[in-house]
């Protein structure tokens, strides 16, 4: 059954704590990315990954951090940099530049 | 800035109308693609259409393409209450066309 899984589902937080958000893939895909998406809004590139061990800055990096060791796996630290962490954040990946994306389910963070 | 600018920014319709919802860019593409979100889910890839492409057709939905005015808009047929999701338009950036920039979206409810 392949696709993207994110855990948790829902995670809270305290502010000045530091947040890792999983995201892994089994479609064997080369670039990933993470979005950060606000009630009502579309979704903001935070960062994305073209292959192992390499990843870009998107629109939004600031007081984010991201990996990429493993194909499979994208992990975000949203920061206590983050002025204001809760959102919800999705994951994605694609097989190809400017195509189709596959979605995870996506993680809703609250920071308080 | 953002490529893709959705009108209108919420529809609401009785099951069994149409839908039709717009998106205009601003510069170039490459293709435009459209994708489904369900209240609190990650979203879901429904069709890409090339530059070249005039219409393109799955299922109930039918997508058309004006390069010359910069828009593109998206027909759900026979709309079923199912259908309720908000719907956004995607391009790829120009600069890194691994990015995908997403317009803000249209909120559709369709009553039953």
């Known amino acids: 059954d392949g696709g993207i899984t994110q855990s948790p589902k829902y995670l809270f937080r305290k502010e000045g704590q530091n947040v890792t958000l999983s995201c892994e893939q089994n479609l064997n895909h080369d670039a990933m990315y993470w979005y950060r998406q606000d009630p009502g809004q579309g979704l903001r590139l935070i960062y994305y990954?073209?292959?192992?061990?390499?990843?870009q800055k998107g629109d939004i990096a600031e007081g984010y951090s991201v990996s990429r060791e493993k194909k499979e796996s994208f992990p975000l630290t949203v920061t206590s940099a983050q002025k204001n962490p809760t959102a919800f954040y999705l994951c994605a990946s694609s097989v190809s530049r400017g195509g189709e994306q596959y979605f995870g389910p996506g993680t809703r963070l609250t920071v308080t | 800035s953002q490529q893709g600018e959705e009108d209108p920014q919420a529809l609401s319709i009785q099951e069994g109308e149409n839908a039709t919802m717009n998106c205009s860019y601003k510069?170039?593409?490459?293709?435009l693609q459209w994708y489904r979100q369900n209240s609190g889910r990650g979203l879901v890839h429904l069709i890409l259409i090339r530059s070249n492409e005039r219409e393109k057709h799955s299922g109930r939905l039918r997508v058309t393409l004006d390069t010359s005015k910069k828009s593109s808009s998206l027909l759900i047929t026979a709309s079923r209450a199912a259908d309720t999701a908000s719907y956004f338009c995607a391009t790829p950036d120009l600069d890194s066309s691994y990015k995908l920039i997403f317009g803000s979206g249209t909120r559709l409810l369709v009553r039953p």
């Open positions: 510069t170039s593409i490459n293709n």
């Open positions: 990954s073209q292959i192992v061990n390499d990843f």
